[in-house]
């Protein structure tokens, strides 16, 4: 299992990005995803998540209204549209999947982990 996150850069304050997770050697449609955040000196923290059960989609209170979680299961990738970004959006972003981790739980039980694309939102 692979997956490869992009999209990261360097974005002024009110600012926009999308972040995209490209997942091969699964199928997509059967497996959890869910999208990670790491700040510097920072424990990593969920973001977005959503199940491949019924597909329900959940956003940490802090990014709920600005960031959208979509999955794109035929072509097997998922994005995070960032809007409105502020500076406490500053990290390393995390695609991460499992076939049987649930949301909210913490990082520690996801099974296969994306590189990291490191989001910077200056003021």
């Known amino acids: 299992v692979q997956l490869q996150a992009s999209g990261g850069g360097l974005v002024q304050t009110g600012g926009s990005l999308r972040l995209s997770c490209i997942v091969s050697?699964?199928?997509?449609?059967?497996?959890?995803v869910a999208w990670f955040r790491q700040a510097p000196g920072k424990q990593r923290e969920d973001v977005s998540c959503?199940?491949?059960?019924?597909?329900?989609?959940y956003y940490r209170d802090s990014v709920e209204g600005r960031f959208t979680f979509t999955r794109d299961n035929p072509k097997n990738i998922v994005y995070l549209q960032m809007n409105n970004l502020n500076a406490e959006d500053t990290a390393v972003y995390f695609c991460?999947?499992?076939?049987?981790?649930?949301?909210?739980?913490?990082?520690?039980?996801?099974?296969?982990w994306g590189q990291g694309t490191l989001v910077t939102v200056s003021s």
């Open positions: 991460a999947v499992d076939k049987y981790a649930a949301c909210g739980i913490g990082p520690s039980i996801w099974d296969y």
């Open positions: 959503s199940t491949h059960g019924d597909g329900a989609t």
């Open positions: 050697g699964i199928d997509l449609e059967r497996y959890a």
